[in-house]
C-alpha cells in the first residue's frame, strides 16, 4: 500500500458493491447521508490525520464498507457521488459509482456527523492467464445476458478490455451470494478472481439452462393442452354446424358416444385411442370411414346386455314339449342345464372359476327331425334370444374370426354378428350345418370355432376386426349335424354330442297332426278345421309316401295335397270342408312310393331267389335297408375270381373278402360246395350302384348272401341284419343300431339281426318299435344263418 487517504464511512448491511458498479442507495438512511453530506462538504484534513491527502476534485468520494453481521470487512470500494436527486417515490437517493478497491483502516470519528477511515490504496496483479480468462468470462457474461433479455448491456461488456474490470462484472451477478460477492472484492490476484467467478457462472448457467429445458418443456405442455382444449372446442362447434346442415346431428360425436356408452374399460381405452385417431384423420382420408364403421360396430355390441334365464323348470318342459314331439335326450340335457343353473343361482356361488359355462351341444341326426328348429325352443324356454348362423358351406377362416382392418371392406366374424343381431350377450347361437364347413387356401373354420366352442378359452374370444376381447362364456352353443364323421375330432372333443335317431311312424302321425298341419293350413289360405285327415292318412303319408328318418318329406307332401284341395276348391269341385282318409290319398298324390317288401307278392320279392339278403345301414339321410346280392358264373365261362360293384368302399370290400375266406375255411361244416368257391366266378352287386357306399357292418350281410347262393336256400323276405364278421365267425359290434331299427321298422320288416355286444343300444330304440319287431342278438355266424335262412327242405320259390 504506497498511499492512503481519508474517506467517510459508507457501510453497507449484508451486501457487497465491486468497483465498477453503479449503485443508488436511500438517503433516509442516517449513516448513509452523512457519509455523503461529509464527502461533498470536502472537508480537510484534521490536524489529527497529518498526511492524509483530500478526494479528487470535482467529486466527492465515500468508501462504501461492507457490514456483515455488524463488522466491518477489511476492504471497501472506493465510490464516487454521481449525483443526488429523489427517486419517483418521492424519496432522496443518491446514485454512487465504485472507482477502486481500499483497504479498512482504523475507523474513527472526524469532521462531519460520518465516521472516517484510512483508506489504504491496493495493488491488483495479473499474469499471461488474465486476458485468456476475461475473454472466457465475458463470453459467459453476454450467455447470461442473451438469456435473460439484457441485450442493452452486451455491448457494453463487450468494449470492456480490463481483466480486472471484466472480473469485477460478477458484482452485477444477482445469483452470487454475499460471501461470494466479498471473496471476490477481497481477491487481488485478477486470474483468482477470474477463475472464481468463471466458476460460479458457469455452475449458474447450467442450472439455468436446465431450468429452462424444464420450463419450456412445461410451457409446451400446457401450450399444447390449451391448444388441444381451443381446437377441440372448434372442432366441435364446426361438427354441429355441420350436422345442423346435413341432418346428421350429434350422431359423429363419437367421442361423447364412447364415453356415455358403459364399455368395459379395456374396449372403452380402445375405443377412445380411435376416437384420438379419427380426430387427426383428414375428412377426405378413406382411413375415417374405416375408424367409423368399427367404433360403430363396437358401440351397437351389447356389452352390458343380458337376459335373465327362466328358471321355472316344468315351464321349460312345457315349452320344449309343446314344440317338439320326441326328441326325449335333447330336452332332458337342457333341463339339466337349466336346472343346474337354478341351483347355483339359488345358493349364490355364481359363475364356476369366476367365469359362467356356456353349454356347447352337438345334434347330430338325419335331416328333418328338427336340429334347427329344436334351437329356438330352447331359447324360449330358457327365456334367453335366438340367432341362427349357417356355417353351411363356409371356407374362409376370416368367417369365423372376421376381417383384418386393414382388407377394404373389412367385417367382424360371424360370431360377432350373431352378439350383435341378438343383442344380447348370453343368446342362444345355433351353428347350423357345422358338418358342411369346408377348408381351403384361406383357412380353416373349423380351427377358429375351437376357441369359440371351448368353454375354457371362449371368455376371451378375440375377433381379429375388433381386436377386443369378447366374453363367450355365457352363450349357449347349439351346433347341428347331419354326419359327425366330417367333423374334425379336436372340434368334435369340445361339444357334447346328442343324437338324434328320427322319428317312429307314431311319433310322424303325431308331429303331422299338432305341428305341420297347422302352419301349412296357414300358409295354404285355409282355415282350422277346413281340412282334416285322420291318423291312418297321415300314418300311410309316412310308411309309403315319403318313409324318411325326419318329417320334412312329410311337411312337403301334407301342403301338396293341401294345394291340389285349395285348386279344387277354386274350381268349384270340392267344398270344405275336407276330411283325408288313408284311401283318400292316391286321389291327391298317385301311388304310394314305397311299398314294403314284405308285403310284395312272393314271386316279386328282391329275396326270392338265392343270393340276395337285406342288410340295415346309416346315411346321412338316416337309417335305410340294403340289398346285396350275389351270383356265381357259368362253370364253362371259364371265369373264377371275385367281382364287387355298387361304388363300394375299401372297408366294405374287405367285409366281403372276410366272408368269401370264412365260407372257404367252414363250408364243410355249414354244409356247403365249397368247391363252386374255388371254380367258379364270384359277384357281388350292391344296388343303386350311382351312390357311393362304405361302413362296417355288412359283414353278416355279405356272409349270408353268399351263403345263401351257395346252399340254394333264400334268405327270408321279413329278415333284416346288420353286423360285421371275423374270419373266425364271430359276429362284431357295430354303430347305429337305433337308426337301423328304424329304418327296418319302416320298410316293414319283422326280424332284426343285430350283434349280441349291441343288445344294451336296444334301450334307445322307442318301445313301439321293439314291440313290433323280432331282434335277435347273435355272436356268430351260424346264429345268422339259422335265422336268416330258409330251411333247406321247402320248396324254393321261382324267380319271376
Not at 470500494?77 to 432522496?92: C, F, K, M, Q, S
Not at 378359452?457 to 381379429?464: A, E, K, L, P, Y
Not at 362304405?694 to 333284416?720: E, K, N, Q, Y
Amino acid at each position: 500500500m504506497s498511499d492512503t487517504r481519508l474517506l467517510p464511512v459508507l457501510p453497507l448491511d449484508d451486501d457487497v458493491v465491486l468497483p465498477g458498479m453503479v449503485v443508488p442507495l436511500d438517503l433516509t438512511d442516517t449513516e448513509t447521508r452523512a457519509a455523503v453530506e461529509s464527502a461533498q462538504a470536502r472537508t480537510p484534513a484534521p490536524a489529527s490525520f497529518p498526511g492524509i491527502r483530500s478526494g479528487a476534485a470535482g467529486k466527492a468520494e465515500v468508501l462504501i464498507v461492507p457490514r456483515i453481521d455488524g463488522e466491518y470487512a477489511e476492504f471497501g470500494t472506493v465510490a464516487t457521488v454521481e449525483r443526488v436527486g429523489r427517486i419517483p417515490g418521492g424519496n432522496a437517493a443518491v446514485l454512487l459509482r465504485g472507482t477502486g478497491r481500499a483497504t479498512v483502516g482504523r475507523i474513527a470519528d472526524g469532521p462531519g456527523a460520518a465516521r472516517w477511515v484510512h483508506a489504504g490504496e491496493v495493488t491488483e496483479t495479473t499474469d499471461e492467464r488474465s486476458a485468456q480468462l476475461a475473454t472466457e468470462y465475458k463470453s459467459v457474461v453476454i450467455s447470461l445476458l442473451q438469456q435473460r433479455g439484457g441485450w442493452q448491456m452486451i455491448d457494453a461488456v463487450q468494449q470492456l478490455e480490463e481483466p480486472s474490470a471484466v472480473a469485477d462484472l460478477s458484482g452485477n451477478a444477482p445469483y452470487l451470494k454475499t460471501a461470494q460477492k466479498l471473496t471476490l472484492l477481497t481477491t487481488l490476484d485478477v486470474s483468482a478472481r477470474l477463475e472464481k467467478a468463471l466458476e460460479w457462472s458457469r455452475a449458474y448457467l447450467a442450472e439455468l439452462e436446465v431450468t429452462d429445458t424444464i420450463r419450456k418443456d412445461v410451457q409446451e405442455g400446457m401450450d399444447k393442452q390449451q391448444k388441444e382444449f381451443l381446437l377441440r372446442r372448434q372442432l366441435e362447434a364446426i361438427r354441429k354446424e355441420l350436422g345442423e346442415l346435413d341432418g346428421t346431428g350429434e350422431d359423429d360425436d363419437y367421442r361423447a358416444r364412447v364415453e356415455a356408452a358403459e364399455l368395459p374399460e379395456p374396449v372403452k381405452k380402445a375405443a377412445l385411442a380411435e376416437v384420438d385417431k379419427l380426430e387427426r384423420t383428414s375428412e377426405q382420408s378413406p382411413e375415417g370411414g374405416w375408424i367409423r364403421t368399427w367404433l360403430d360396430t363396437v358401440l351397437e355390441l351389447p356389452w352390458n346386455e343380458r337376459t335373465e334365464d327362466v328358471y321355472d323348470i316344468a315351464a321349460a318342459r312345457a315349452v320344449l314339449d309343446a314344440d317338439h314331439a320326441g326328441l326325449d335326450d335333447v330336452k332332458e340335457r337342457i333341463i339339466e342345464y337349466l336346472a343346474v343353473r337354478k341351483r347355483r343361482a339359488e345358493s349364490g356361488l355364481g359363475p364356476v372359476g369366476g367365469r359362467r359355462s356356456g353349454a356347447v351341444l352337438a345334434l347330430a341326426g338325419p335331416p328333418g327331425v328338427g336340429k334347427t328348429s329344436l334351437g329356438e325352443s330352447v331359447a324360449r324356454a330358457m327365456g334367453r334370444k335366438f340367432v341362427r348362423v349357417a356355417l353351411g358351406g363356409i371356407r374362409d377362416e376370416a368367417e369365423i374370426r372376421g376381417h383384418r382392418r386393414t382388407y377394404v371392406g373389412a367385417l367382424p366374424g360371424r360370431i360377432v354378428r350373431a352378439i350383435k343381431e341378438a343383442g344380447s350377450m348370453n343368446p342362444v347361437v345355433l351353428l347350423d350345418e357345422i358338418d358342411k364347413v369346408g377348408a381351403d387356401y384361406r383357412g380353416d373354420p373349423t380351427a377358429a370355432l375351437l376357441e369359440v366352442l371351448d368353454p375354457e378359452q371362449n371368455h376371451t374370444f378375440r375377433d381379429h376386426y375388433l381386436e377386443v376381447e369378447l366374453d363367450l362364456s355365457d352363450v349357449v352353443f347349439l351346433a347341428t349335424a347331419n354326419a359327425l364323421e366330417t367333423i374334425p375330432g379336436p372340434l368334435l372333443d369340445r361339444m357334447e354330442l346328442v343324437t338324434l335317431d328320427g322319428y317312429t311312424e307314431h311319433e310322424k302321425v303325431t308331429i303331422a297332426r299338432d305341428h305341420l298341419l297347422p302352419r301349412e293350413l296357414t300358409r295354404a289360405g285355409l282355415a282350422t278345421g277346413d281340412v282334416t285327415f285322420t291318423d291312418e292318412a297321415f300314418s300311410r303319408i309316412a310308411a309309403e309316401y315319403t318313409r324318411e328318418a325326419g318329417v320334412r318329406d312329410t311337411n312337403r307332401t301334407i301342403a301338396k295335397v293341401l294345394r291340389k284341395i285349395a285348386t279344387k276348391v277354386a274350381l268349384d269341385e270340392l267344398s270344405l270342408p275336407v276330411t283325408l282318409t288313408a284311401a283318400d290319398l292316391e286321389t291327391h298324390l298317385g301311388r304310394p312310393r314305397h311299398v314294403p317288401e314284405s308285403s310284395l307278392p312272393t314271386a316279386t320279392q328282391r329275396t326270392s331267389i338265392p343270393g340276395v339278403a337285406t342288410g340295415l345301414a346309416v346315411t346321412g339321410a338316416g337309417g335305410d335297408v340294403l340289398y346285396i346280392e350275389a351270383s356265381l358264373a357259368d362253370p364253362e365261362s371259364g371265369s373264377t375270381g371275385l367281382q364287387l360293384t355298387g361304388q363300394l368302399g375299401e372297408v366294405m370290400k374287405e367285409s366281403v373278402q372276410i366272408a368269401l375266406s370264412y365260407l372257404r375255411s367252414h363250408g364243410a361244416e355249414l354244409e356247403l360246395p365249397v368247391r363252386d368257391l374255388k371254380e367258379r366266378g364270384i359277384h357281388v352287386h350292391v344296388p343303386a350302384g350311382a351312390v357311393p357306399k362304405d361302413g362296417p357292418s355288412a359283414g353278416i350281410t355279405m356272409t349270408t348272401a353268399l351263403a345263401s347262393l351257395l346252399s340254394g336256400r333264400v334268405v327270408r323276405a321279413d329278415v333284416a341284419m346288420t353286423g360285421e364278421v371275423s374270419l373266425t365267425g364271430r359276429v362284431l359290434p357295430i354303430g347305429g343300431v337305433k337308426q337301423k331299427l328304424l329304418a327296418a321298422h319302416r320298410a316293414g320288416m319283422k326280424t332284426v339281426i343285430i350283434p349280441q355286444r349291441n343288445e344294451p343300444d336296444l334301450d334307445d330304440v322307442p318301445e313301439e318299435v321293439l314291440s313290433q319287431l323280432d331282434v335277435h342278438p347273435v355272436a356268430n355266424v351260424r346264429e345268422v344263418l339259422e335265422l336268416a335262412l330258409t330251411p333247406a327242405a321247402a320248396p324254393l320259390p321261382q324267380a319271376a
